[in-house]
């Protein structure tokens, strides 16, 4: 019998152009393989440039699809994920968030999975997720 997953809320399909228009800064932009990825079964789309060693975000927020891009250090042990709560193989990913004043920018760094196939799977609440979102993207 097919496992229920009622947390599991449909990923809206991207494309390769969507993933160009939620990161327009970025020069030489290499999207992930697409045709792999299960959009069903998935809250957000993450993965890693390791040339620049900046990790890609795409989130489901309010409906819309947002983009968020950090720098990501890879951890050599293991620790608890910001996103999925579970003990993994995880990294520091640091992204600029906007401060008090319009042009203020404060670093912060979150620990978060290296495989983020495996961190959507661990994904039984979209809390954390969206809690992250509504700091960075605040
Ligand atoms: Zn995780």
Known sequence: MEQIKPFVLPFKEVTEQTIKKLFPK???LKTPSLENIEF???SYL???DKGSNKKFLIVEHNGKLVGIIGDYTPSNKKGICALCNRTEEIGMFTSAVKGATQDAY???GNYICQDSQKCNHNLISL???YDFV???KA
């Open 26 to 28: 970025v020069k030489k």
């Open 127 to 129: 809390d954390k997720l």
């Open 106 to 108: 404060i670093k912060r």
């Open 134 to 136: 509504n700091l960075i």
């Open 46 to 48: 993450g993965w890693l």
């Open 40 to 42: 069903r079964e998935i």
